[in-house]
C-alpha cells in the first residue's frame, strides 16, 4: 500500500509529466486532435484522456468535482508542465539515465524492493516501465528548471538566519509542523478591478462552502490554481516556518479542522485548511569530531599508483618502526602544502569534510593507529587518526536548520510567482473556449 500510495502520488504530481510527448527526446506522435496550444506546442486529447482516466481511477470519487471541472484542472496541470519543460529545453537542463536510474533505485530501497519488484508492481498496476522512468526524468527535470531559474531570485541575509535560529532555540514550543490543504485562486499580473472582485468574491465563497462542511478535497480539485489541485490540494507535512510568512501568522494558533482565507498574495487569493499539526521536541545535536594528520604523495608522469604507494608503504616501515616519527616524515615527504610544515596535521574537523576515499579509511581507525596506504581524488596518502571528540553543535544545526526553512518558505513563494509570470509571457489557446488565457 505504501508504495500504491507513493506511485499514485508521483502520477498526480506537477512534475511527472504524463505529456511524455513534450520531452524533449520523445518520439513523433500520430497525429491526432488537440486540446490546447502552448506557444508552438501542443497538449493532444489523448494526455488529457489518459491523465482523466488515472485521476479517476486512484482517487476517492467523493473528492472530484464533474468531469468538465476536472478536464479544466487537468489542461491547466499539462498546461504549466509544458511551460516548464519548454524552459528547460531552451536553457538545455538534461537528466541522464543514470540519474534516472539511481532516483528509482532509492524509490525501490525506501520500499525495500528491488528494481525487478518495483518493475513486478507497475506490470500489476498497468504502468510500463519505460513510461515510469520517462515521468521520473520529466519530474526530476522540471524540479531542476525550477530551482535553476527561482534560486537566483532568492536573497536570505544573515539577520534573518539569526533572527529565526534564536527563536527556534527560545521558543522550542514554536517549532511545529502542520498538515494543510490549500487553494490557491490566482489573479493574473496587472489584473484588473473587475478581475480582482471576481477572484475575491470565488474565494468568498469557497470559503463559506468549507466553513459549513463541504469536502475541500472536492473544491481544491474544482477550483484551486495550484500544483496541489489534482491531490485535493493537500501539502502535506510541514513545518510552518517553512510555509509563506503570510500562512504562518495565520496557522500558530489554528487548531486541527479550520478553514482560514481568503489570505490575499502577488499571485492570488490562498484558502487552507488545518488537517492535523504536531510540536516537535527540542533537540540537542551531537557531532564526532576527528583529528588527524597525513602524508600526500601525489602521481603525475613520473609517479604512477604503485610507485606513490610503495613509498608510501616504506615510510610507513620507517615510522612502525621507531626510525622516525609520522610529524618528522610528513614534515619531509608530505606534498600537502597546507599540512607538511605543522607534521601533516590536519586539526579538528567532520569526517564528511574529506573525500571519500579519505574519509572512509580515516572512520576505520583506532586512535594512535596509521592506515595504509590510501588512495583519494588528491593522491595516495597514509593517515593517523590523532584523537576524536564529541562536539555539541546545536546551535550550528540550528542555524543551518533556519537558512533551509527560509529558503523553503521562499522558494515556494517564488514558485508560484515564476510559473504565473510563464503563463503570462506565453500564448495559450484552450480548444474549445473563446478566449486565450
Given at each position: 500500500m505504501k508504495l500504491l500510495k507513493l506511485i499514485i502520488a508521483l502520477i498526480l504530481s506537477i512534475n511527472l509529466g504524463f505529456i511524455t510527448s513534450l520531452s524533449v527526446n520523445a518520439a513523433p506522435k500520430v497525429v491526432e486532435k488537440v486540446a490546447a496550444v502552448v506557444n508552438n506546442n501542443v497538449i493532444l486529447e489523448s494526455d488529457v484522456n489518459d491523465m482523466l482516466k488515472t485521476v479517476k481511477a486512484s482517487t476517492d470519487p467523493k473528492n472530484l468535482p464533474?468531469?468538465?471541472?476536472?478536464?479544466?484542472?487537468?489542461?491547466?496541470?499539462?498546461?504549466?508542465?509544458?511551460?516548464?519543460?519548454?524552459?528547460?529545453?531552451?536553457?538545455?537542463i538534461t537528466i541522464s539515465d543514470d540519474e534516472v536510474t539511481d532516483a528509482i533505485e532509492k524509490i525501490a530501497a525506501e520500499n525495500d524492493m528491488s528494481i525487478d519488484e518495483l518493475r513486478g508492481k507497475?506490470?500489476?498496476?498497468?504502468?510500463?516501465?519505460?513510461?515510469?522512468?520517462?515521468?521520473?526524468?520529466?519530474?526530476?527535470?522540471?524540479?531542476?528548471?525550477?530551482?535553476?531559474?527561482?534560486?537566483?531570485r532568492i536573497n536570505i541575509s544573515n539577520k534573518e538566519i539569526e533572527d529565526l535560529a534564536k527563536n527556534i532555540a527560545q521558543q522550542p514550543t514554536n517549532n511545529i509542523d502542520?498538515?494543510?490543504?490549500?487553494?490557491?485562486?490566482?489573479?493574473?499580473?496587472?489584473?484588473?478591478?473587475?478581475?480582482?472582485?471576481?477572484?475575491?468574491?470565488?474565494a468568498r465563497d469557497i470559503?463559506?462552502?468549507?466553513?459549513?462542511?463541504?469536502?475541500?478535497?472536492?473544491?481544491?480539485?474544482s477550483y484551486s490554481n495550484d500544483e496541489f489541485a489534482l491531490k485535493g490540494g493537500s501539502m502535506g507535512w510541514n513545518k510552518l516556518n517553512e510555509l509563506p510568512t503570510i500562512f504562518e501568522e495565520r496557522l500558530i494558533r489554528a487548531p486541527k479542522g479550520s478553514i482560514i482565507g481568503p489570505i490575499r498574495s502577488?499571485?492570488?487569493?490562498?484558502?487552507?485548511?488545518?488537517?492535523?499539526?504536531r510540536t516537535e521536541a527540542p533537540k540537542t545535536i551531537t557531532v564526532q569530531e576527528v583529528n588527524a594528520r597525513h602524508i600526500l604523495i601525489k602521481t603525475n608522469v613520473l609517479v604512477n599508483?604503485?610507485?606513490?604507494?610503495?613509498?608510501?608503504?616504506d615510510i610507513r616501515k620507517t615510522i612502525t618502526s621507531g626510525t622516525t616519527t609520522f610529524e618528522s616524515a610528513a614534515k619531509t615527504y608530505s606534498e600537502d602544502p597546507g599540512s607538511a610544515s605543522n607534521g601533516g596535521n590536519l586539526g579538528w574537523n567532520l569526517p564528511e569534510r574529506y573525500d571519500t576515499g579519505f574519509k572512509n579509511a580515516l572512520t576505520k581507525l583506532?586512535?594512535?593507529?596509521?592506515?595504509?596506504?590510501?588512495?583519494?581524488?588528491?593522491?595516495?596518502?597514509?593517515?593517523?587518526?590523532?584523537?576524536?571528540?564529541?562536539?555539541?553543535?546545536?546551535a550550528l544545526a540550528k542555524k543551518e536548520q533556519a537558512y533551509r526553512l527560509i529558503f523553503n518558505r521562499k522558494f515556494t513563494e517564488e514558485v508560484q510567482v515564476w510559473i504565473q509570470e510563464?503563463?503570462?509571457?506565453?500564448?495559450?489557446?484552450?480548444?474549445?473556449e473563446e478566449k486565450n488565457d
Amino acid at each position: 500500500m505504501k508504495l500504491l500510495k507513493l506511485i499514485i502520488a508521483l502520477i498526480l504530481s506537477i512534475n511527472l509529466g504524463f505529456i511524455t510527448s513534450l520531452s524533449v527526446n520523445a518520439a513523433p506522435k500520430v497525429v491526432e486532435k488537440v486540446a490546447a496550444v502552448v506557444n508552438n506546442n501542443v497538449i493532444l486529447e489523448s494526455d488529457v484522456n489518459d491523465m482523466l482516466k488515472t485521476v479517476k481511477a486512484s482517487t476517492d470519487p467523493k473528492n472530484l468535482p464533474n468531469d468538465k471541472l476536472l478536464r479544466q484542472q487537468i489542461i491547466d496541470r499539462l498546461v504549466t508542465e509544458n511551460l516548464i519543460l519548454q524552459k528547460a529545453a531552451k536553457a538545455k537542463i538534461t537528466i541522464s539515465d543514470d540519474e534516472v536510474t539511481d532516483a528509482i533505485e532509492k524509490i525501490a530501497a525506501e520500499n525495500d524492493m528491488s528494481i525487478d519488484e518495483l518493475r513486478g508492481k507497475l506490470v500489476t498496476m498497468g504502468v510500463s516501465y519505460s513510461v515510469y522512468r520517462d515521468r521520473i526524468q520529466n519530474d526530476m527535470l522540471i524540479e531542476q528548471t525550477q530551482m535553476n531559474e527561482v534560486k537566483h531570485r532568492i536573497n536570505i541575509s544573515n539577520k534573518e538566519i539569526e533572527d529565526l535560529a534564536k527563536n527556534i532555540a527560545q521558543q522550542p514550543t514554536n517549532n511545529i509542523d502542520v498538515k494543510i490543504s490549500h487553494i490557491l485562486i490566482s489573479v493574473p499580473e496587472n489584473a484588473s478591478k473587475q478581475q480582482i472582485d471576481t477572484a475575491t468574491n470565488k474565494a468568498r465563497d469557497i470559503v463559506n462552502r468549507a466553513q459549513k462542511g463541504e469536502n475541500f478535497a472536492k473544491l481544491a480539485t474544482s477550483y484551486s490554481n495550484d500544483e496541489f489541485a489534482l491531490k485535493g490540494g493537500s501539502m502535506g507535512w510541514n513545518k510552518l516556518n517553512e510555509l509563506p510568512t503570510i500562512f504562518e501568522e495565520r496557522l500558530i494558533r489554528a487548531p486541527k479542522g479550520s478553514i482560514i482565507g481568503p489570505i490575499r498574495s502577488g499571485v492570488g487569493f490562498h484558502i487552507l485548511k488545518v488537517d492535523d499539526s504536531r510540536t516537535e521536541a527540542p533537540k540537542t545535536i551531537t557531532v564526532q569530531e576527528v583529528n588527524a594528520r597525513h602524508i600526500l604523495i601525489k602521481t603525475n608522469v613520473l609517479v604512477n599508483d604503485q610507485t606513490a604507494k610503495q613509498k608510501l608503504t616504506d615510510i610507513r616501515k620507517t615510522i612502525t618502526s621507531g626510525t622516525t616519527t609520522f610529524e618528522s616524515a610528513a614534515k619531509t615527504y608530505s606534498e600537502d602544502p597546507g599540512s607538511a610544515s605543522n607534521g601533516g596535521n590536519l586539526g579538528w574537523n567532520l569526517p564528511e569534510r574529506y573525500d571519500t576515499g579519505f574519509k572512509n579509511a580515516l572512520t576505520k581507525l583506532k586512535k594512535g593507529e596509521i592506515s595504509q596506504p590510501i588512495k583519494s581524488a588528491y593522491g595516495w596518502h597514509l593517515i593517523q587518526l590523532i584523537d576524536t571528540r564529541k562536539v555539541d553543535r546545536t546551535a550550528l544545526a540550528k542555524k543551518e536548520q533556519a537558512y533551509r526553512l527560509i529558503f523553503n518558505r521562499k522558494f515556494t513563494e517564488e514558485v508560484q510567482v515564476w510559473i504565473q509570470e510563464l503563463k503570462g509571457d506565453a500564448y495559450i489557446k484552450i480548444i474549445g473556449e473563446e478566449k486565450n488565457d
